[in-house]
């Protein structure tokens, strides 16, 4: 017999560590659990990271466990929350880490993935799995433990909360300046093959800064990679005024505040497009190894350049159907499938319509 679900939760736990795109995609969820029970106390345990891109979030208390701490980081996690029992925990991370992190938490329920969105055997971990929903978006996907409580008004709504302080960090490099942000790398991860080419980037660059008058910001962690990446497309930009290097100038909620204020933002699948999905900022993604319809901007798909079908097809030998929803292109050439006149053609698009400020 499956164990109920609570009619009227008290106190709801949110188990999910990362990423900075994931957990931007999953606040609609957290609103739509706060318009259903107004007075429930929500809890949500959060990577390190994470937490600098949320902190403030209305409504919600962030309890936050470092990954690089391992086992001793989960020990002192379980200590702090030791007299909390959750009347139900949405454990939405799939990865045996989060996994072994919410045996340590005391609640009535545990909620996780069903069986065919599951990952490393998470569906183990749980008392109660989603109904599934294939081919379902990662926004979708969250929203769906708010359905299987009984939540019925699923609005997406974000109210990310971005701090004045991080405004006045955004506006010492952006200076009054209509401008562009553009991130051109993702994490960097084992076989990720993401990252577009570093001439393409400044062929747009340069077209944004000609033809609109539109300075480009590039940011990134500053990372040795993203540097040299930044420097390579640096190089192939001859105007100097169209271009401001913000690579490791901005702290998380600084790039929320530069993103919030831009004409629109340009980068492949990363945490960036997120942000500027969940702040309604245009964005044009750049996707060829990762499936657009599961994992990209979720207002702003229909800019993005995707290719994913096409690099199935050239790199895999397949029909996208064929695939599973979630499966990637690994092969370091397919972001060479989008041509700078691709991303060219989407940014007139994007800066001859008027943009809605709702």
């Given amino acids: 017999m499956k164990r109920p679900l609570p009619a009227q939760p008290r106190h709801i736990g949110i188990l999910r560590l990362s990423a900075l795109g994931d957990v931007c995609n999953l606040v609609p969820t957290v609103r739509a659990l706060q318009r259903q029970w107004p007075e429930a106390r929500i809890t949500w345990i959060i990577g390190k990271g994470e937490h600098s891109l949320l902190a403030g979030l209305s409504g919600v208390e962030f309890v936050v466990y470092d990954k690089s701490s391992g086992l001793a980081g989960m020990r002192a996690l379980w200590r702090q929350l030791a007299e909390t029992r959750f009347d139900v925990l949405l454990h939405m991370q799939q990865a045996i880490r989060a996994s072994l992190l919410g045996l340590g938490l005391k609640t009535d329920m545990r909620v996780g993935y069903d069986r065919a969105r599951s990952k490393d055997a998470q569906h183990w971990f749980t008392h109660r799995q989603l109904p599934p929903h294939p081919r379902a978006h990662v926004v979708d996907s969250f929203m769906d433990f708010a359905r299987l409580l009984g939540v019925e008004d699923t609005r997406l709504e974000w109210q990310l909360s971005v701090p004045d302080a991080a405004f006045d960090e955004a506006r010492r490099l952006s200076a009054g300046r209509r401008y562009l942000v553009v991130s051109p790398c993702s994490s960097v991860r084992v076989r990720n093959f993401r990252n577009w080419s570093a001439e393409g980037f400044a062929a747009v660059i340069e077209h944004a800064w000609q033809q609109y008058g539109l300075v480009t910001l590039l940011t990134g962690s500053g990372t040795a990679k ?133």
């Avoid at 695939?323 to 060479?336: K, Q, T």
Wanted: hydrophobic share 45%; proline share 6%; net charge negative.
């Fill in 226 to 358: 993203e540097r040299e990446m930044c420097e390579r497309i640096a190089a192939q930009v001859p105007d100097r005024e169209a271009l401001v290097d913000a690579v490791g100038q901005l702290s998380l909620k600084g790039l929320l505040a530069l993103i919030d204020e831009a004409q629109a933002v340009i980068a492949p699948d990363s945490g960036p497009v997120h942000m500027a999905n969940a702040l309604h900022t245009p964005v044009i993604g750049l996707y060829a190894t990762s499936n657009l319809q599961r994992t990209g901007p979720y207002h702003w798909r229909h800019l993005a350049v995707d290719r994913y079908p096409q690099a199935v097809a050239h790199f895999l030998h397949k029909d996208v159907e064929a695939l599973g929803w979630g499966e990637r292109v690994r092969h370091p050439d397919a972001m060479s499938l989008i041509a700078a006149d691709d991303v060219i053609d989407r940014l007139d698009t994007l800066l001859s319509e008027p943009r809605d400020e709702t």
